[in-house]
C-alpha cells in the first residue's frame, strides 16, 4: 500500500469524472502498472455529486475500499468546494487539481485550511477553445497525469493519440482538438501561477 | 494439461464475465437486465451482434422468465447460462429450486447486490445468501480475475455427470463488476478446450430416449429424489477440487474451497468472503509487519459448505473473526456466523470466535475496519472483553 499512488476525483453525474478516472488507470495500465479505477455510486442521476478512484501501483493492488488518504484530488467542478469537503484526509505532500479560471491563492480560502500544493486549471476554457464545448475531463485528466507524475507525459500523450483515433474513427477533425487541449493543461499546471504551495 | 498464453489486460469485473461468456460461447442466455449486473447481458448481446459468438439470446419479460426460459432450455439439451442481481434472483426463487432439482446444470452470474429495503443498488451478499438452501452450488469471488477464472470452472464443475447441479458464481456489485483492475485472460481455444463440448446424458430433445423433467413424484418416492440431490452437493466437493487442479495446470492459478492467507501460525484468522478478502489481507500483512500473528481464510466455495476443511484451517488458531456481508434477521446472526460455528463445535474444534456484520448495501469496508476487528479478537482470546456477537462494523453513530 506505500507503493500505491491513490488519487480521488471528485465531479457531478455526466461531467465524466467517472471517465476521466477509467481513462487514468488506462493509460497507467499501459506503461505497466497495476491500476484500480472505480466509482462510488450513490443516487444515479445527472448533477449529483459523484466519487471516483484510482490507485495505481507496481505492486497487485488488493485493497476494495474507497479511498480516504489520498494522495492527490482532483476536482471537475468547482463549485462542489463549497458543498463537498474535497480536502478531507489528503495528504499534506500530496496537491489538489481544481477546474476553475481563478488562480490558486483564490480557490485557497475554500479549501478549508489545506496546506498541500493547489493547482488551477480552466479546463472549460480550454475544452471552448479547442473542442468548441464544455468537456472538462480531457484536460483535467492531462492535467492529473502531469501533476501526479503518475507515468511519463510524452507517453501518455502517445497513448491519448491511439485512443482518440480509435475512438473518434469517424469523426478525425476532433482528434486534433483533444490534443491540443491536453497540451494546454500541461501548460496551465507547469506554470509558475498555478503551482503555489504553503511551505 | 499444457499451461495457457497469459493476456495481460484491464477491464471491469462485468467485462471479464461478458469475455468468458464470449470465450465459452453458450448455446443459450436468456436475460433480464438489473443493476449492477446490466453490463454482462449487454455485452454479450453485443458479441452476438458482432457475430462473435452463435449465443441464441432470449430477451424475456422478468427473471422470472428468464429462470423458466433457463430450465426449459437446460432440459432441452442446451448449455444454458443468466446472469442477474438482487431483486432478480429473488424473483427468480421458484425456479431456482426447480433448476437444482431437476438437476440442470445451469451457470448463474451473479453480481451481489443488497435486497430492498431500503431500496439501494450496492453491494452485499443478501441475494446469493437467500438462496444459500436452494440446491445451487455457490462459489464467490475476491476480484475481477477470479470472476473470470471460477467462471470458466463453473461448465465443467455443473455438468459433471457425478454433479448434475446448477452454479452460482458470484462477484460483489460495483466493488469489482464496475472496478476496472489489471486481469490476467486466457486465450479462446484453451478455455474453450477446457470447458469442453456439452454432451448431456438425457435431455429433452432426444427422440431416442424420451424422458420426463419435473414430473409429479408421490411420497414414496419424493424423499428419494431429495437424498440424490443433496448426494450430488457432496459430491460436487471432489468435482470442485478436480476442476480447480485442472484449471491450476491451465492457468497457474491455483483455488481451493478457500484460500488460507498467512493463516499456518496465526493466532487470529478473519473469515470473510468475496472483495474485502483483499482489503483484510493488507490488514493482516500490515500487522504482521507489526509482530501480530494474522490470517485471512477467504471462503470461496460457500455450497458446498466445506465445514471440516474450515474447521481444521482453524484448530490451532486461537480465535477467529466471522464476517458477514449480510444480515439474516434472526435475532442472533449473519449466516456464517452461524455455520462456521456450527462446522468448529461438530468437528471439535474449541476456539474462541466472534462474529461481524460489515458492508450492509455498499458501506465500506476499511483497511482500518479489518484491523480493529483483528485487535478485539485478540482483547476477547486474552479475556479483556467479551468476543463480538452479531457486532455491526462501521455502523454510523446516533
Not at chain 1, 98 to 109: D, G, K, L
Not at chain 1, 118 to 143: C, H, Q, W
Not at chain 2, 48 to 58: K, L, Q, R
Not at chain 2, 298 to 315: G, N, S, T
Request: glycine content about 8%; charged content about 25%; proline content about 5%.
Amino acid at each position: 500500500m506505500d507503493n500505491t499512488l491513490e488519487i480521488r476525483w471528485h465531479g457531478r453525474g455526466g461531467q465524466g469524472a467517472k471517465t476521466a478516472a477509467l481513462l487514468l488507470a488506462d493509460a497507467a495500465f499501459k506503461t505497466g502498472q497495476n491500476v484500480q479505477g472505480f466509482p462510488e455510486y450513490g443516487p444515479e442521476r445527472m448533477g449529483a455529486p459523484i466519487t471516483a478512484f484510482n490507485r495505481i501501483s507496481r505492486e497487485r493492488i488488493r485493497v476494495h475500499s474507497n479511498i480516504y488518504h489520498p494522495d492527490f484530488v482532483v476536482v471537475v467542478d468547482e463549485m462542489l468546494l463549497h458543498s463537498v469537503h474535497v480536502t478531507e484526509g489528503l495528504k499534506r505532500d500530496g496537491a489538489i487539481i481544481v477546474n476553475t479560471s481563478r488562480t490558486a491563492e483564490e480557490i485557497r480560502p475554500l479549501l478549508r485550511g489545506y496546506k498541500g500544493a493547489v493547482y488551477t486549471v480552466d479546463a472549460r476554457a480550454i475544452s471552448e477553445e479547442t473542442l468548441g464545448k464544455n468537456f472538462p475531463n480531457t484536460p483535467m485528466l492531462a492535467a492529473a497525469v502531469a501533476v501526479t507524475g503518475v507515468m511519463d507525459k510524452k507517453d501518455f500523450t502517445e497513448q491519448m493519440r491511439a485512443s482518440f483515433a480509435h475512438k473518434f474513427a469517424r469523426k478525425p477533425e476532433v482528434i486534433d482538438g483533444n490534443m491540443r487541449a491536453l497540451r494546454m493543461a500541461f501548460r496551465a499546471v507547469e506554470s509558475a501561477a498555478g503551482m503555489t504551495k504553503i511551505a | 494439461m499444457k499451461r495457457a498464453k497469459a493476456i495481460r489486460e484491464r477491464m471491469s469485473g462485468n467485462e471479464a464475465v461478458a469475455f468468458a461468456i464470449r470465450q465459452v460461447n453458450p448455446d443459450v442466455m436468456p436475460a433480464f437486465p438489473i443493476t449492477p449486473s446490466t453490463e454482462i447481458p449487454q455485452m454479450v448481446s453485443a458479441y452476438i451482434a458482432n457475430g462473435e459468438i452463435d449465443t441464441e439470446f432470449v430477451p424475456v419479460e422478468s427473471e422470472h422468465s428468464a429462470m423458466s426460459a433457463a430450465i426449459g432450455a437446460e432440459s432441452a439439451g442446451a448449455r444454458t447460462m443468466t446472469a442477474t442481481s438482487s431483486a432478480g434472483l429473488a424473483l427468480m426463487w421458484e425456479e431456482l429450486l426447480l433448476a437444482a432439482s431437476n438437476r440442470l446444470p445451469i451457470v448463474l452470474t451473479l453480481v451481489n447486490r443488497t435486497l430492498s429495503g431500503p431500496i439501494n443498488i450496492n453491494c452485499d451478499h443478501s441475494d446469493g445468501m437467500g438462496a444459500r438452501d436452494t440446491g445451487w452450488i455457490q462459489i464467490y469471488a475476491e476480484n475481477n480475475q477470479e470472476a473470470y477464472d471460477n467462471y470458466i470452472q463453473a461448465f465443467p464443475i455443473a455438468e459433471d455427470p457425478r454433479v448434475h447441479l446448477p452454479v452460482m458464481v458470484c462477484q460483489d456489485g460495483f466493488i469489482t463488476s464496475h472496478a476496472v483492475e489489471n486481469i490476467e485472460l486466457l486465450e479462446d481455444g484453451p478455455v474453450r478446450d477446457f470447458v469442453g463440448q456439452y454432451e448431456p446424458e438425457e435431455f429433452l430433445l432426444n427422440p431416442g430416449k424420451p424422458v420426463a423433467v419435473g414430473p409429479y413424484s408421490i411420497s414414496a418416492y419424493a424423499m428419494e429424489a431429495k437424498k440424490a440431490q443433496e448426494d450430488a452437493m457432496e459430491q460436487s466437493r471432489a468435482v470442485i477440487a478436480e476442476v480447480a487442479a485442472r484449471f491450476g495446470e491451465l492457468s497457474g492459478r491455483q483455488y481451493g474451497f478457500f484460500e488460507e492467507y498467512r493463516t499456518g501460525d496465526a493466532d487470529y484468522i478473519m473469515v470473510i468472503m468475496g472483495s474485502a478478502a483483499g482489503t483484510a489481507k493488507e490488514a493482516a500483512d500490515q500487522l504482521r509487519e507489526e509482530g501480530w500473528k494474522v490470517g485471512v481464510l477467504k471462503l470461496r466455495v460457500f455450497r458446498p459448505f466445506p465445514d471440516q476443511e474450515i474447521a481444521e484451517a482453524l484448530k490451532n488458531c486461537r480465535a477467529a473473526a466471522i464476517m458477514d456481508r449480510c444480515e439474516s434477521y434472526n435475532g442472533c446472526s449473519g449466516p456464517l456466523g452461524m455455520e462456521i460455528p456450527a462446522a468448529l463445535y461438530r468437528n471439535k474444534v474449541m476456539i474462541e470466535t466472534a462474529d461481524y456484520i460489515y458492508g450492509l448495501a455498499g458501506r465500506d469496508f476499511t483497511v482500518e475496519h479489518a484491523r480493529e476487528i483483528f485487535a478485539q479478537l485478540r482483547d476477547a482470546a486474552d479475556g479483556k472483553i467479551p468476543a463480538a456477537r452479531h457486532a455491526y462494523v462501521g455502523l454510523r453513530e446516533q
